[in-house]
């Protein structure tokens, strides 16, 4: 880490905090869109850890998780840096929307392009430029989609001694194999040499707070092993699963869940029904497999097809 890190001409200096603003766009009413960046630098040397939440518009956990950081004593540090973006899409996030005005998904367009490319490709852009040649490692938030909560989990490249070290010292629940997607934020900064884990937990437009808590203390965690502060809490050790899949609904109707998410289930267990709204039938749902509910539909109305349970498989 330097001992001066510049964003768009802004020099912060060890022992400083700043707030940057970079200017996307305009609104089509000609109101400046600026992406506010806050930085927060210890008085010594050392990791440059990134926080992004709201990549995806409607996936506000993140914020909360990075705004309560930001209040509390959290971004007091002994080392390093970190740099917070609490809302990247800032389109989707004020359209209660996962994407972009033009339907395009930010997280499906890096690196970016300057000119000439659409909305997401040119936030993707200076996301590439301004803030990820200044970092060595990131956390970038997000959640399930509508009414499908995930329960807290880290998702990584597993195969990557670098990715699995970060996992491990967040500790949460749950640690998930996740191949890198192509145009993801995690694989152009994967590709850039710099290692972003991706935080999954709750569903979108909704606060969920054990999804919150677990959040900051996971991220207090692995800021305490990159030595950024001096104490953070302990976590049980993480599951980590192999392989999942959804189990999803082989006829229409009203949907109960008779476990929560998180809750581990044996082969043959009865986990679920579908009635019709009537009370006249009845059809129950058993798992699969042995293991783990990483992710839940809370919808009660379901079409057959539709997703209900996430369930992990342990190694
Ligand atoms: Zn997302």
Redesign the pocket.
């Known amino acids: 880490m330097p001992e001066i890190i510049e964003i768009y001409n802004k020099k912060i200096g060890l022992g400083e905090n700043a707030v940057v603003k970079l200017n996307i766009a305009r609104l089509p009413t000609h109101t400046l869109i600026d992406l506010p960046v806050y930085i927060y630098r210890a008085p010594q040397d050392g990791p440059v850890l990134l926080l992004t939440a709201c990549?995806?518009g409607d996936?506000i956990n993140g914020l909360e998780i990075i705004r309560r950081m930001m209040i509390d004593s959290s971004l007091k540090l002994l080392k390093g840096t970190i740099i917070a973006l609490p809302i990247v899409n800032v389109f989707g996030f004020i359209h209660l929307t996962?994407d972009l005005p033009d339907g395009k998904d930010l997280?499906r367009s890096f690196p970016g392009r300057k000119d000439g490319g659409s909305l997401a490709s040119r936030v993707a852009y200076v996301m590439m430029n301004e803030i990820i040649p200044h970092i060595d490692y990131g956390i970038d938030f997000?959640?399930g989609g509508a009414s499908r909560t995930n329960y807290p989990q880290i998702r990584c490249v597993a195969d990557d001694p670098k990715n699995m070290e970060l996992a491990r010292a967040f500790a949460p629940s749950f640690i998930i194999n996740a191949k890198l997607i192509a145009k993801s934020f995690r694989r152009a900064a994967y590709e850039s040499g710099k290692y972003i884990i991706v935080y999954?937990g709750g569903e979108?437009l909704r606060f969920d707070d054990l999804v919150i808590r677990e959040g900051i203390e996971g991220t207090q965690r692995l800021m305490h092993w990159l030595g950024m502060i001096n104490s953070s809490s302990v976590a049980e050790s993480s599951v980590y699963i192999k392989s999942s899949s959804w189990l999803r609904a082989r006829r229409s109707g009203i949907f109960r869940s008779h476990i929560n998410y998180g809750d581990q289930v044996k082969k043959n267990e009865i986990i679920g029904s579908i009635t019709d709204p009537y009370g006249e039938s009845e059809f129950f749902i058993k798992s699969p497999v042995t293991g783990y509910i990483i992710g839940l539909n809370n919808l009660p109305v379901v079409n057959r097809g539709d997703a209900l349970f996430h369930i992990g498989v342990a190694e």
């Open positions: 990549l995806h996936e996962r997280n997000h959640t999954e979108s």
